[in-house]
């Protein structure tokens, strides 16, 4: 049963430009949540979307922002790319009930 | 205020040792918890969870017990291995009632080094 894969990667974006990342939860799991990992915060739930509506949100500005798709299939998209917006983005998806399984990262610098 | 970056406790243990590593959490109506273990350049990676009408469960090396009278976790590694060294996070659902478990709030998190 393939995991929770995120892409791309690694990405280097520079100041004021936006973002898309995107994330492809395990087969049959309908929950996905979207963090942020940095070593001045730890991790931070930005979002969680479960059938294509976000049922969650973290305590993060509106330039952070998300959708779900019908194959349960997530994007989150960053626009005025900061500094600060550098960090490893988590994604994890889940059924309706029961442990949340991560995907390895992208790991975002914005120069 | 800013945080300049956390500082994470540590524990460091022979190989073989049992360890325990402890986590305090704030939310008296989270129903559901986990732990995780994260190896660098990696996604955290679960380890075993527990809902809060339990108060142990066990894996394999692994249990974890849950006090709900004082908000506290821990998660007791048997006969440690080298590979165990990682960072581990607890996580709760603060969803009373459960409609959620996919909004985690995670602890600070504890760094385990394993001796050989």
């Known amino acids: 049963k393939a995991g929770v894969t995120q892409t791309p990667r690694y990405l280097i974006k520079t100041r004021g430009q936006q973002v898309t990342l995107s994330c492809s939860p395990i087969s049959g799991h309908r929950s996905v949540s979207w963090y942020q990992q940095t070593p001045g915060q730890g991790l931070q739930f930005l979002f969680e979307?479960?059938?294509?509506?976000?049922?969650n949100k973290g305590n993060f500005p509106g330039r952070f922002s998300g959708r779900q798709f019908s194959n349960s299939r997530s994007e989150m998209n960053v626009s005025t790319l900061e500094l600060g917006d550098s960090a490893l983005y988590l994604c994890a998806s889940s059924k309706t009930t029961g442990e949340a399984f991560f995907g390895q990262g992208t790991r975002l610098t914005v120069v | 205020g800013e945080s300049v970056g956390l500082h994470l406790p540590t524990l460091s243990v022979q190989e073989g040792d049992n360890s325990i590593i402890n986590c305090a959490y704030s939310n008296s109506a989270s129903d559901y918890f986990i732990w995780y273990k994260q190896e660098s350049g990696k996604g955290p990676q679960f380890i075993i969870d527990?809902?809060?009408?339990?108060d142990k469960r066990q894996g394999q090396r692994v249990t974890v017990l849950l006090n709900k009278t004082v908000k506290h976790l821990s998660l007791q590694i048997a006969a440690t291995q080298p590979g165990d060294s990682a960072v581990y996070f607890c996580?709760?659902?603060?969803?009373?009632?459960?409609?959620?478990?996919?909004?985690?709030?995670f602890g600070q998190g504890t760094i385990l080094t394993v001796h050989p």
């Open positions: 996580a709760e659902n603060g969803n009373a009632g459960g409609t959620s478990y996919g909004k985690l709030t």
């Open positions: 979307y479960f059938s294509e509506t976000q049922r």
């Open positions: 527990i809902r809060s009408n339990m």
